[in-house]
């Protein structure tokens, strides 16, 4: 079964502190595995996805095989930063269907 | 840039009543996906569409149905609400296995 594991409800960091938002995910194939962010009031959007090896607003991700995850960091949060992110697993089928996590808000305090 | 339009911001009804939350998109996306939002148990696919009159149950249908009569429309139903479906609903597309655009969501309350 494909299933997504976000340990986290909320993760409240000062600004300036390192920034690792844990994912787990559970998939028999291999997975496309991607982060999505919402902000207040905003529309969820892609933050960053694992094949485009990019670093988006900081934020990077490193998908590892062995130990299942895609944890999400940033060595020095920002304010702007805090926003609920939900990671996300597309599996190999053609529909383009996400799993998605249950989500950690992220709160910045300055 | 791809919009992602939900009929209603809000919408209240009373149990029982048969619900309809549509959904539109503008960039002739194939791939058309309804999940509903709760805290605690984050996105929830309900059902998804790949193409015109082609649809597939998600991880929670029951209580659910859908239509996509259009490439551009998918239309949500409740066929007799109840109160657990309270919850806010997002409709999102994409084209293939690109990223999910969404809409604004619809936050639904059954009474």
């Known amino acids: 079964a494909q299933r997504v594991t976000q340990p986290e409800k909320l993760l409240s960091v000062f600004k300036g502190a390192p920034v690792e938002l844990k994912c787990n995910y559970s998939?028999?194939?291999?997975?496309?595995l991607f982060w999505y962010v919402q902000y207040s009031r905003q529309r969820l959007q892609l933050l960053l996805r694992?094949?485009s090896r990019e670093s988006i607003k900081g934020f990077t991700a490193d998908l590892n095989k062995g130990e299942t995850s895609f944890h999400l960091k940033k060595p020095f949060a920002q304010e702007e930063d805090s926003a609920m992110y939900y990671c996300?697993?597309?599996?190999?089928?053609?529909?383009?269907?996400?799993?998605f996590g249950q989500g950690t808000t992220l709160q910045v305090k300055p | 840039d791809v919009k992602v339009t939900q009929s209603s911001r809000y919408l209240v009804k009373r149990t029982g009543e048969k619900v309809f939350l549509e959904c539109v998109q503008d960039?002739?996306?194939?791939?058309m996906f309804w999940y509903r939002q709760d805290p605690g148990l984050g996105l929830r696919l309900i059902y998804f569409?790949?193409?015109?009159?082609?649809?597939e149950k998600g991880d929670i249908p029951e209580g659910y149905s859908v239509s996509r009569e259009k490439k551009e429309r998918f239309s949500l139903i409740l066929e007799s609400a109840s109160t657990n479906q309270t919850s806010m609903y997002l409709c999102?597309?994409?084209?293939?296995?690109?990223?999910?655009?969404f809409g604004s969501g619809t936050q639904l309350s059954v009474l």
């Open positions: 999102a597309s994409s084209l293939y296995r690109e990223k999910l655009f």
């Open positions: 998939y028999s194939g291999s997975p496309e």
């Open positions: 694992h094949i």
């Open positions: 996300a697993l597309m599996g190999s089928s053609n529909t383009g269907k996400l799993i």
């Open positions: 960039m002739d996306h194939e791939n």
């Open positions: 569409s790949y193409d015109v009159k082609m649809k």
